[in-house]
């Protein structure tokens, strides 16, 4: 074979040419694109909805304390707003209203309400437990501690 090799012909090796290199290298790059796009897009979308409110009711409860009033969380279908007194105030991010993918529910214990409100120590409003159900998400609000928990 060391023969072979000084003549310039290479007898008996085998391997791959670059251009079966590339094709397969684009048909894994089709693939893998096409795997991507068809990964289930609600369910990450619900996640940002659901961890987006769990921030928004701490910045509720922080800007209740802050300036020693209540604020509210205010539910309307599938957006909700911030109040504190009477006033609409920006989250912030500087939006007014956040719009969710999927429709809310809000209970203080089991009647169903339409807003969660904390005073200023950080406490909802409501003697139970306050339950949101943002599709197959579920967050609950805590009283006297103000604990905000998302459960898994």
């Known amino acids: ?67 020693g009033g209540t604020c509210c969380l205010v539910f309307q279908g599938n957006s909700y707003s911030l109040m504190c007194g009477n006033k609409p105030v920006p989250f912030a991010d500087n939006t007014n209203t956040v719009n969710l993918n999927e429709a809310v529910s809000v209970k203080c214990g089991s009647e169903e309400t339409t807003k969660v409100c904390v005073d200023y120590t950080g406490d909802p409003d409501c003697p139970n437990t306050v339950h949101i159900a943002l599709g197959d998400k579920e967050i609950d609000i805590y009283p006297y501690t103000g604990g905000v928990f998302e459960k898994k």
């Open 1 to 67: 074979m060391g023969e072979d090799l000084e003549k310039g012909t290479l007898v008996g090796l085998s391997g791959y040419t670059l251009i079966e290199l590339i094709v397969t290298m684009v048909v894994i790059a089709v693939l893998a694109g096409i795997a991507i796009v068809s990964l289930p897009s609600s369910d990450y979308k619900s996640q940002v909805d659901a961890e987006k409110l769990i921030v928004n009711i701490r910045y509720a409860q922080e800007k209740a304390m802050s300036e």
